[in-house]
C-alpha cells in the first residue's frame, strides 16, 4: 500500500515533559483541543467527550487511543469526519494521529503525522465496485457538464 | 478538532474515500505518475514500463478509471488512457483544508504550553 498522510512540524518553547503532559493529561488535552473528556487515555481503549466549539456541542469526540511511550510517542486512531450524530462511523476505516515529541535548544519539536487516508472501510469497497458506470464517474461528469452549461 | 465545511457531506460517504483508496497502492500510483506527463498511453505501453501483466495492469486501470482518475478512450483498434485531474486536485483541496485544521490546533497547543 502506499501512504497518503499530512505531516505538520511545530516547536514549542517548553521541555519535552510539559509538552507531553499538555498531549497525555486529559484535562489539559481537552482545553486545547476543545474537548470534554470524561477519563484519563489508556492504551487500547476508547476516550470520549462532548466537543466544545460553539454549535458542536450535541456531538461525541471519539478515538481509540493506540500508542503512549513517555515524552516520545502519543497516537489515536479516529474518524476525521465524524461530525454528524446520525451517521455510525464504527464500520468506517479510521485514520491513525502520531505525535511525535524531540527535544531541541529551544524546547520541544513535536511532529504530528495523521495517516490511512487511503484505507476505505469493507463496504465501501464494495459502493466503489457498483460505481462501474454511475456514481463517482457519473458525478464528476455531471459537474463538469454543469460547468460547460453555465460558463 | 473539527472540519466544519465537511459537515454536510459526512452524511454521504465522501467520494474522496474512493481516489484515495484507488490510490494506495504502489503500482497504481506508478500508472498515475506515468501518465502524469499529460500524453495518453495504451496499454502495451503501460506494461512495457511495469514489471507486472497486462492483466493486472487492465485490473488496476480499472479502479483508476472507476475513481475518475483516469479516463478511457477507443483511438482506431486500441485503448488509450489519460490521467484526469480534477478527483485528485479535489484531494489535494481536501487534505490542505485537514492541513489547515491541523495547524489551528497545533497553534494552540503551542499557545496553551508557553502561556
Request: avoid cysteine.
Amino acid at each position: 500500500m502506499a501512504e497518503i498522510k499530512i505531516e505538520k512540524r511545530i516547536e514549542i518553547d517548553a521541555p519535552v515533559a510539559r509538552v507531553w503532559r499538555a498531549l497525555t493529561d486529559y484535562r489539559e488535552f481537552g482545553e486545547w483541543f476543545r474537548v470534554a473528556l470524561e477519563a484519563p487515555f489508556v492504551p487500547g481503549k476508547t476516550a470520549r467527550g462532548r466537543i466544545l466549539h460553539p454549535g458542536y456541542e450535541h456531538v461525541v469526540w471519539e478515538a481509540v487511543i493506540q500508542k503512549m511511550e513517555p515524552e516520545r510517542l502519543f497516537s489515536f486512531s479516529w474518524h476525521p469526519y465524524a461530525v454528524d450524530p446520525k451517521t455510525d462511523y464504527s464500520k468506517e476505516a479510521p485514520t491513525l494521529v502520531e505525535f511525535r515529541l524531540e527535544k531541541t535548544a529551544a524546547g520541544t519539536l513535536l511532529t504530528l503525522v495523521e495517516s490511512g487516508f487511503e484505507n476505505l472501510p469493507a463496504h465501501r469497497r464494495d459502493e466503489a465496485l457498483r460505481m462501474n458506470d454511475g456514481g463517482w464517474t457519473q458525478q464528476v461528469k455531471n459537474i463538469e457538464r454543469h460547468v460547460a452549461e453555465k460558463p | 478538532m473539527l472540519r466544519k465545511s465537511h459537515k454536510r457531506r459526512a452524511a454521504h460517504q465522501p467520494p474522496h474515500a474512493v481516489v484515495f483508496a484507488a490510490l494506495g497502492d504502489k503500482t497504481r500510483l506508478a500508472l498515475v505518475e506515468r501518465l502524469s506527463g499529460g500524453r495518453s498511453a495504451s496499454i502495451l505501453e503501460l506494461t512495457a514500463d511495469a514489471p507486472i501483466t497486462r492483466q493486472a495492469v487492465t485490473k488496476h486501470l480499472r479502479v483508476l478509471e472507476d475513481a475518475g482518475i483516469v479516463r478511457s478512450k477507443r483511438a482506431g483498434r486500441e485503448t488509450r488512457f489519460a490521467l484526469h485531474l480534477a478527483p485528485l486536485h479535489g484531494l489535494q483541496v481536501y487534505l490542505d483544508r485537514v492541513g489547515r485544521q491541523w495547524d489551528e490546533t497545533l497553534g494552540r497547543l503551542k499557545a496553551f504550553v508557553e502561556e
